[in-house]
């Protein structure tokens, strides 16, 4: 078990739900990553997606950063303008 998964233990331990926040954090920092890469590599600028999804660009800075929880709906335009299609699994 490494450093942070005893930390996150520890703290689980004093606040009952605190793993299941941080493993909600850690799952909206990939949305958000994957969002940045897509957009990346399709050689789009924040501001670009920002229109096509006709939002603005501190909306995409924040869900790319994970500054706020990330929405369903959010993650379907965004799949959209990149014409792709959003798949959940329940693991």
């Not at 233990?9 to 009952?16: F, L």
């Not at 909206?28 to 990553?33: M, T």
């Not at 600028?45 to 603005?56: I, R, V």
Request: proline share 1%.
């Amino acid at each position: 078990m490494s450093d942070v998964d005893k930390y996150i233990s520890r703290k689980d331990a004093k606040n009952p739900g605190f793993k299941t926040l941080v493993e909600e954090g850690l799952e909206n920092l990939k949305i958000g990553e994957e969002i940045r890469q897509l957009r990346i590599s399709s050689g789009m600028t924040q501001e670009e997606l920002a229109k096509q999804m006709s939002t603005k660009k501190s909306v995409i800075s924040r869900l790319e950063n994970h500054s706020e929880s990330v929405r369903l709906s959010a993650i379907e335009k965004v799949a959209k303008v990149f014409n792709k299609k959003v798949e959940m699994n329940f693991l």
